[in-house]
């Protein structure tokens, strides 16, 4: 089994990599640049992890059985902009490993001490405590699956060791992102990176003040110490004039369900928040999601003191009103004739010009969905709607 998990890795590998090449070769030949400048290359990888098969898809007659991709992560550099890019992959949704073990095992912890060590070679001999940092099991995990995937496309290195084999240049700045699984995984690597007592990066030409992070829709790793480590990395990259444009903080949508896990109080803030748009039994049921979710993390609290979210900053309005104009609607719009449902807020729905019509409400876990995932693309990226597939 050994050798089909390695056999699925490499083709998952270069499914991934075809995929990243057209991709970075249509945002290149762009005019005016997709990333603001028409050299980016790909630096390391991209590369992806597969942890065995899925469980229960092993056929004993045929041999076959099914893998996922469990974790991916890629580099990229502009000599232009001077900038590398570590892209980490969010939960792969179709993963039981990345939902039930990097996702939710909040109920064990790992001292951040600890992790260190075992991250630099040695064994951890830390317990975890409400006075030290600490993280989730489930993201002390994912971090090591990051830091043990070897490059087989560019460098045949871990991600480490390539940082270690060169010093940037003069004024080069290194950028760590994700979204959702990797809205939590990418400040732990950064700081996994640039912790002054025991980073990865201690010694080399790297440093914390060229370094930056970009997650969106990140659940907390950690307790209130750890984010305090995160805080006092010393980061640096300059703000920007809109909401999005913000350097060393957790973005999220104020009303997606992700990056308020696992606060108890801002997960069970957003119930009341959906009740204005959805009858008693879904906000009974939504209710009943959070508080297993609360319990759930409450057994890691217990001994690491409660999580506590990294640096957060809402991409949105966090009033009433402001709630109004961010759930989406099914609308029947007629685009070359035929007509068609887009999902819509309010405001879209009034500035479309294909006058939308027959407003209908989307089921709760179509809103959760929406908003953890398309909403991102439009505040941020000001992507148009498109046709409900």
């Not at 010694?203 to 305090?228: E, Q, R």
């Not at 606060?263 to 039994?281: E, F, T």
Request: with cysteine; proline share 6%.
């Amino acid at each position: 089994m050994e050798q089909a998990t390695a056999f699925a890795q490499t083709q998952l590998t270069l499914s991934l990599q075809q995929a990243v090449s057209s991709q970075l070769q249509a945002w290149n030949a762009a005019t005016p640049a997709t990333l603001g400048a028409s050299d980016w290359r790909v630096a390391w990888g991209p590369q992806v992890f597969v942890i065995g098969p899925v469980k229960g898809s092993y056929d004993i007659i045929t041999g076959n059985a099914k893998f996922n991709a469990t974790n991916a992560m890629a580099a990229f550099y502009s000599p232009t902009l001077g900038r590398y890019v570590v892209a980490i992959a969010a939960t792969n949704p179709v993963s039981w490993y990345d939902w039930l073990t990097e996702d939710f095992d909040t109920n064990n912890v790992v001292a951040w001490e600890g992790a260190l060590q075992v991250w630099n070679g040695q064994t951890n001999t830390i317990n975890p405590s409400a006075q030290i940092p600490c993280l989730s099991e489930g993201t002390f995990i994912g971090i090591s699956n990051l830091l043990g995937m070897v490059d087989s496309v560019t460098t045949d290195k871990t991600l480490i060791g390539w940082l270690k084999s060169f010093s940037p240049a003069s004024g080069d700045t290194l950028t760590f992102c994700g979204h959702s699984l990797a809205g939590a995984l990418s400040p732990t690597l950064t700081a996994a990176c640039f912790d002054p007592t025991a980073g990865l990066l201690k010694g080399t030409g790297w440093k914390a003040g060229d370094a930056m992070i970009y997650p969106t829709a990140g659940a907390t790793p950690g307790n209130g110490p750890f984010a305090s480590v995160v805080a006092g990395l010393g980061l640096g990259g300059t703000n920007g004039s809109q909401p999005w444009q913000l350097w060393n903080q957790d973005l999220h949508n104020n009303l997606d369900i992700v990056p308020r896990a696992w606060d108890p109080a801002s997960m069970q803030a957003l119930p009341q928040i959906y009740s204005a748009y959805y009858g008693k039994l879904t906000i009974d049921l939504l209710n009943a999601l959070v508080n297993k979710a609360v319990s759930h993390a409450a057994d890691g609290a217990a001994v690491a003191g409660p999580y506590a979210a990294i640096n957060p900053a809402f991409l949105n309005g966090t009033s009433a009103d402001d709630a109004a104009n961010e759930f989406i609607y099914d609308y029947q719009v007629k685009i070359d004739g035929h007509k068609q449902t887009e999902q819509l807020t309010i405001p879209e729905a009034k500035a479309s010009p294909y006058h939308p019509t027959h407003q209908k409400s989307v089921s709760w876990k179509e809103q959760l969905l929406f908003q953890h995932t398309t909403a991102y693309g439009r505040i941020i990226l000001g992507n148009p709607p498109e046709p409900v597939k």
